[in-house]
């Protein structure tokens, strides 16, 4: 056996009730290896057991349904995190309006590969279906979740609450980070997950609705411009700070002498633009400093702990038109989404019923949609006060010599922290062994789908050598409507948010996916295209908060479209042109 198939020790056994998995989704909240901290704590119980919580809640399963030994809703094989497809599809064969296709949908878009839904007597179930139909008519009818705001406050308070991390030892940073993360993480995810699925209500029903009526484009202008979605908050904070930046000399100078230790120059000037600007950066960090990349994770850049990344972002905003403004161009997906909906109204005329079912789903879109992002808002911002004090804890220890890297504290398992944290130089070479693991896993491209076993990783293809023809001047790359628009402009390849520095103004953002930390990339780009994704993915979400056309589940466009290539994106169509 090649030792890539030896079992990573955060490696599970895949469900055989559920056998079909993906990294569809799941690629926005681990797009990378699952440290052996993550997959052994409460960040891989709390979204297993949430995730279940989320479906008994929404009425789709049982408890008793579930292996109350193993995990079936996500799993780990070869290291990278997959989300259970088989238990959607379950769910989709019970929910009222639903089936298993409109699932695979919204998890994989026009992905290829996908097996189909295989039958089975025990997915039938009336009872269940029957519950669900009363949360759905709940749905239609709620008005407030007032259990978001006590999250939004609560989260808050962790923030204002921080104490001086310095003076505490590290045993006690420990306890803070850990103490934070066992207490609510289950609670807070088990919610997310149920209004996951409530969204997911106003969305189908108007899809279905709008093409029955023969209008499908305007599903997308239904459910955006909504304006207080909290994911796409900090984007608008950015904007404001870049048009500071680019209306002051003496920041454009700052700013123009490149990112790498820009915070640093910035605090240490004596300008008057750069002091002010200080000021107004560290409010934009305290409220939204939790924000970074792969935000589930508890050893990955923030923008409180790692400045230069926000700083990037804000950098393109800076040169971007003033045409780029973003509440500009949430005024004008208000106005489309109030046109949208005049003409299905018009189209309904006269038939009451319809019309009655039409508004309860556009009320329910505008409860749910935006408290789905509330929702995630709280939890990073929780999140993120867990990763500050392990933040200090692992800078402690890289100075002290006992770990390599401030993120290596990660590389220990939940079970083992505790001895680690009172004894760092036992773990020293174990923790080096595991980095080298982990970096022979991510020099490989994980399978997007799994199905009963999972291939050995030495079968898998390798990062390096990925190959994919070019597409070439005329070529259609077809991919899933996310948010209406037409774009032209060259492409910008871009596999890490923390590469902001190098979109340039005019150009469209060619991602693998993305996260709520890609956001601010958005509003300097002319369009975006990803890899993966569906409707309600984030990359979705946020594009149609902003109004920036976008196209998700666009295979291989990540490998088959290059730097510089001149494409035309239509989000409403779904479709990239390469060529002018």
């Keep these: 056996m090649s030792t890539l198939d030896e079992p990573w020790l955060a490696d599970t056994p895949p469900s055989k009730r559920f056998p079909i998995y993906t990294r569809s989704n799941i690629s926005e909240v681990f797009p990378d290896v699952v440290t052996p901290l993550a997959a052994t704590g409460e960040v891989w119980r709390g979204a297993e057991h949430g995730w279940r919580n989320g ?29 259970n497809v088989s238990v959607s599809r379950v769910m989709g064969v019970r929910m009222p309006g639903s089936n298993p296709d409109l699932v695979d949908q919204s998890y994989f878009g026009s992905q290829p590969g996908v097996p189909p ?18 949360i759905i008519n709940w749905a239609m009818t709620a008005d407030s979740l007032p259990e978001l705001e006590e999250y939004r406050t609560r989260a808050a308070d962790l923030r204002r609450e921080r104490p001086d991390l310095g003076a505490l030892s590290n045993e006690e940073l420990a306890k803070r980070a850990l103490g934070i993360q066992e207490s609510l993480f289950i609670p807070w995810v088990s919610d997310h997950f149920f209004l996951i699925y409530a969204a997911s209500i106003p969305v189908g029903g108007l899809s279905a609705l709008t093409a029955q ?4 484009e305007l599903l997308t202008p239904l459910i955006s411009g909504f304006g207080e979605v909290d994911s796409a908050a900090p984007s608008l904070a950015m904007w404001d700070l870049g048009r500071v930046a680019q209306s002051s000399p003496s920041l454009s100078t700052l700013f123009g002498e490149g990112i790498k230790g820009l915070d640093a120059r910035l605090r240490q000037s004596s300008d008057p633009d750069a002091i002010a600007f200080v000021k107004q950066f560290d409010d934009f960090l305290y409220e939204y400093g939790s924000r970074g990349v792969n ?10 702990t790692h400045p230069d ?17 973003p509440r500009a161009n949430l005024a004008r997906m208000a106005q489309d989404r109030a046109e949208a909906v005049a003409t299905v109204r018009s189209k309904l005329a006269g038939d009451d019923a319809a019309t009655a079912q039409f508004e309860a789903l556009l009320h329910a879109a505008e409860v749910f949609l935006p408290a789905r992002e509330r929702s995630k808002t709280s939890l990073v911002r929780m999140i993120g006060e867990v990763k500050v004090p392990f933040r200090e804890l692992g800078l402690r220890l890289a100075d002290a010599g006992h770990i390599d890297r401030p993120e290596d504290f990660a590389l220990v398992t939940r079970q083992e922290f505790d001895d680690f944290v009172a004894n760092p130089a036992a773990y020293t070479q174990t923790i080096r062994d595991r980095r080298a693991r982990m970096e022979e896993m991510a020099a490989l491209v994980p399978p997007f789908i799994v199905v009963d076993e999972p291939p050995a990783p030495s079968t898998w293809e390798r990062r390096d050598a990925q190959a994919a023809n070019t597409a070439t001047e005329g070529v259609v790359l077809q991919g899933v409507a996310a948010c209406a628009g037409v774009a032209t402009g060259p492409a910008r390849v871009i596999h890490d948010p923390s590469q902001a520095d190098e979109l340039e103004p005019g150009e469209i953002l060619v991602a693998p996916g993305t996260d709520p930390s890609w956001t601010p990339l958005f509003v300097s780009s002319a369009a975006v295209v990803v890899d993966v994704g569906a409707p309600m993915s984030h990359a979705a979400i946020v594009s149609r908060e902003l109004g920036i056309p976008c196209i998700v589940s666009c295979t291989d466009a990540t490998r088959r479209i290059t730097n510089g290539t001149i494409i035309t994106v239509d989000g409403a169509a779904g479709t990239v042109t390469v060529g002018q």
Aim: glycine share 10%.
């Design 117 to 134: 839904y295989d039958p089975r007597p025990e997915d039938v179930n009336p009872e269940l279906t029957a519950r669900m139909g009363e």
């Design 213 to 216: 009526l023969g209008v499908p």
């Design 55 to 83: 479906l008994i809640r929404f009425g789709a399963f049982e408890k008793d349904e579930f292996d109350s030994e193993h995990d079936e809703m996500i799993g780990i094989f070869g290291g990278y995190g997959y989300l």
């Design 309 to 325: 990344i926000a700083l990037g972002a804000i950098d393109r905003m800076r040169l971007a038109d003033e045409s780029k403004a």
């Design 295 to 304: 935000e589930w994770e508890m050893n990955t850049p923030t923008w409180q």
